[in-house]
């Protein structure tokens, strides 16, 4: 389990990864040792996997986004999902309930290119259908 003081440091890191030790701890309140200390325990413990890059709103605003639901033969899940994984432009992939049995969000740079990137996961062994739809307006991300 994490402390309270662990989930306060997280909501600060998830912020920003790149704020300094000295001002993870200024805010905390609490010495550069231990937020040193706690982030090596975090990271041990597999709390925290890694850092990553957010995109800024400039940029975001320029990609076209979609969700992409897929139909995949079941003998097949393993290797698709492993496909889709080595795709750089699918930034996430989740199973779900239903008729299809997952959606990836496809990032891409211009409709042609996402026209590309669909035609790719169409012609990945084992999956059978593919059903897009186009992220207009992002009206707020967590």
Avoid: C, W
């Avoid at 990271?43 to 320029?62: L, N, P």
């Avoid at 639901?69 to 999902?81: F, R």
Wanted: glycine content about 4%.
């Amino acid at each position: 389990m994490i402390t309270k003081e662990d989930e306060r440091l997280l909501v600060l890191l998830k912020s920003n990864a790149r704020t300094s030790i000295s001002d993870l701890a200024r805010a905390l309140n609490i010495s550069r040792s231990t937020v040193q200390t706690r982030i090596a325990k975090l990271e041990q413990t597999g709390v925290i996997k890694g850092y990553s890059v957010d995109y800024g709103d400039k940029y975001s605003a320029e990609l076209v986004s979609a969700h992409v639901s897929i139909k995949v033969k079941q003998k097949l899940t393993a290797k698709t999902n492993i496909e889709l994984k080595h795709l750089p432009q699918v930034s996430a992939l989740y199973a779900i309930s239903g008729e299809y049995d997952l959606i990836a969000i496809v990032q891409a740079q211009s409709t042609e290119q996402l026209s590309h990137i669909l035609d790719d996961i169409g012609n990945l062994d084992g999956v059978e259908r593919t059903n897009s739809s186009v992220i207009l307006e992002t009206k707020f991300k967590r």
